[in-house]
């Protein structure tokens, strides 16, 4: 087994990585698919690398790879927490929707999926496109956009807290929890940002302990007043601190990776104007354009499984404790699983990419962030023609399994 690190060849703390992780992708699926190499998070002795399509839907689909590690390794896990912070944030993510696995998992799932359903989510077409037209009204007042900043952030935020029932004031406070929290999700070189992510913790837990506490025993609208009513009349099914933990991780998964869906379409769009000649004139075509969006540069670019026990891969044993950081971002551009894969094609047909994940574990929010980007995009080439980018570059964000742009700023006529 190769030790991991920098020298192995697959670095994605650099610079370059971000720019465009692709051609770093395809070298692995070529050269070592399922590759042993740099862990993302210090803790960690190496993790395993899984470049193709097949391979990472075969982990996916596998009950046997985990969120968690396996149960007797547990022990371990917390110590590897080490310092406070690290233990503080560890103990309040394990607790979270995206980081459980059954029977925890299946419980918390059967009660937030009430508010995702696609019926219920298509009831908020309206108020998407309402909140989109304001934007880009203040936008042509002012007469300069960010995409990111001033269009897909407020946008998204704002469709993420009326769901939860969160005030308007909050709104901008939220957005900022949101991105920290973010940064210690992904991947890091040093634990430092553990210590933000665990303050950040402690505020947004402090806040939604106290909205909860002014609205305990109010009839009221929203996710979270759903939420605490399950909590108050069947006290076992949710208890307070996963009802707090769950609302957060709406918060973080319904905001930051629409975001970045929104700005990583409209740069796809910048750079192919055909398509987004194509989009504009038929803007029909949206549903599927989205599709295309999330396969071609996606959102969440990476997943990780624990194995609970000793497993064969792509030619490999994977020991059991061992992670896989599954490269979602590398199987959307799999030729075995695409037809060529790095064109950008909003009339693709048949789409089975893997942006939300598959399994038990597809994302809950996919038909919410679907929906803002078909009205978001559309919306933004119909209201604003000749729409470019003023950066002779875009700059993204400095984090590696998020992939998303930092600013984007246009101009347009």
Same mark, same amino acid.
């Given at each position: ?120 989510? %298509? $009831?908020? !077409? ?5 909140? =989109? ?5 203040? #936008? +042509?007042? /002012? @007469? ?51 210590? %933000? $992510?665990? !303050? ?5 837990? =402090? ?5 909860? #506490? +002014?609205? /305990? @025993? ?68 949206? #549903? ?126």
């Amino acid at each position: 087994m190769a030790s991991g690190g920098a020298g192995d060849g697959f670095d994605y703390f650099q610079p370059a990585f971000r720019e465009d992780p692709y051609a770093f992708y395809r070298r692995l699926r070529d050269d070592d698919p399922v590759h042993w190499g740099m862990p993302f998070e210090p803790s960690l002795p190496g993790v395993w690398h899984v470049a193709r399509y097949a391979d990472i839907v075969a982990v996916l689909k596998d009950a046997r790879y985990t969120h968690q590690p396996p149960r007797e390794d547990s022990a371990a896990g917390e110590a590897l927490a080490g310092a406070d912070p690290v233990q503080l944030y560890f103990t309040l993510v394990r607790q979270s929707l995206l980081f459980n696995d059954p029977p925890e998992h299946t419980r918390l799932r059967a009660l937030v999926s009430r508010a995702f359903t696609p019926r219920m989510v %298509e $009831a908020l !077409r309206p108020r998407v496109a309402a909140v =989109a037209n304001t934007l880009v009204d203040a #936008a +042509a007042a /002012r @007469g300069s956009l960010d995409v990111i900043a001033d269009y897909a952030r407020p946008l998204t935020i704002a469709i993420i807290a009326e769901m939860l029932g969160v005030p308007e004031e909050a709104q901008r406070r939220l957005s900022a929890w949101a991105g920290v929290l973010v940064r210690a999700v992904d991947c890091k070189r040093t634990p430092e940002i553990y210590d %933000e $992510a665990a !303050r950040v913790a402690l505020e947004i837990y =402090a806040y939604f302990n106290e909205l909860l #506490a +002014a609205r /305990r @025993g109010q009839a009221g609208n929203g996710l979270l007043a759903l939420m605490q009513a399950t909590h108050e009349q069947d006290g076992d099914r949710l208890s307070e601190p996963e009802l707090i933990v769950t609302a957060t991780t709406l918060l973080v998964a319904g905001h930051e990776t629409t975001v970045n869906l929104i700005g990583n379409g409209t740069l796809a769009l910048l750079r192919h104007p055909e398509q987004l000649a194509l989009l504009r004139e038929r803007p029909e075509l949206a #549903a599927g354009a989205v599709e295309e969006f999330l396969r071609y540069d996606a959102p969440s670019q990476m997943a990780s499984r624990y194995v609970t026990e000793d497993m064969m891969l792509g030619g490999k044993t994977i020991q059991r404790g061992q992670v896989l950081n599954l490269l979602l971002g590398s199987g959307n551009r799999d030729p075995e699983a695409f037809a060529e894969p790095d064109r950008l094609d909003i009339t693709r047909g048949e789409n089975r990419h893997l942006a939300f994940g598959m399994g038990m574990h597809y994302c809950l929010g996919a038909p919410l962030a679907r929906l803002e980007g078909q009205v978001a995009l559309p919306l933004l080439l119909r209201r604003l023609p000749g729409l470019r980018a003023l950066d002779a570059e875009p700059v993204w964000r400095d984090t590696v399994g998020f992939r998303g742009l930092a600013r984007l700023p246009v101009a347009w006529g």
